[in-house]
Every structure is written in C-alpha cells, then in structure tokens.
C-alpha cells in the first residue's frame, strides 16, 4: 500500500517561509517523480511545483517561480518545498502527488498517481 503524508503547514504571516515535506512510501526500490499542487477556497487544484526521480530538472508554477525551491531529501521518495516571500493568495491546501508510472507528469495532475491528504497553509496580512 502506497502512503503519501504531508507536513509543515500552518500559519505564517505575508513575507515569510515555510518548508512544506512530503514522504511516500513504495513498495519498490525505485525513485519517483513527484510534484507539489494547492488548492484554495473555491478554487480548482492547481500545479505549484515538481521534480524529476533524479532531483534534477524542477518546474515552477509562475505564481511561484522565485520565491520556491523544490527539492528532493536523502530518503528515497522525500520532497521538500521550501517557499519564501509568502502572499496572502498562497494560502491553501497543499498537496503532494507521486508519478509511480514515469508518466512525465509535472504539471498535469491527471498524471500522477498517489496523493497526500494535503497540508494547510495559511498567510496572513
């Protein structure tokens, strides 16, 4: 069974970071692509970030182009999306998304495979 878990939301005031984690847990020994998506109040789920099986090659959303960095950790299938400069319109739920098929997903949600359960972020004025 493939477990997707999320962490490091929570509160933060406009102008500060945050360093969202992601771990999933497979039942093979490969590396995944995987991708971070938010999805905000009324809002449709949109693609914010991700990185290929071998950390290399990440793509940003434009809304956050800049002020993040995705990043993949030492444990197999972990990835980190450290945001800066946070605005009031980042806050939403955060999801983390996992490629199990290679499928070259991205930015295209439809694409991956396994998903978190998501992890709030919220940005104050």
């Known amino acids: 069974q493939v477990h997707v878990v999320e962490s490091g939301g929570g509160l933060v005031q406009a102008g500060g970071s945050l360093r969202l984690s992601c771990a999933a847990t497979?039942?093979?020994?490969?590396?995944?692509?995987m991708g971070w998506f938010r999805q905000a109040p009324g809002k449709e789920r949109e693609f914010v970030a991700a990185?290929?099986?071998?950390?290399?090659?990440?793509l940003y959303a434009d809304s956050v182009k800049g002020r993040s960095t995705i990043s993949r950790g030492n444990a197999k299938n972990t990835v980190y999306l450290e945001m800066n400069s946070l605005k009031v319109e980042d806050t939403a739920v955060y999801y983390c998304?996992?490629?199990?098929?290679?499928?070259?997903?991205?930015?295209?949600?439809?694409?991956?495979?396994?998903w978190g359960q998501g992890t709030q972020v919220t940005v104050s004025s």
């Open positions: 998304a996992v490629d199990s098929h290679f499928r070259g997903a991205y930015s295209d949600s439809a694409l991956y495979d396994y």
């Open positions: 990185i290929s099986w071998s950390g290399t090659m990440p």
């Open positions: 497979l039942r093979t020994l490969d590396y995944y692509p």
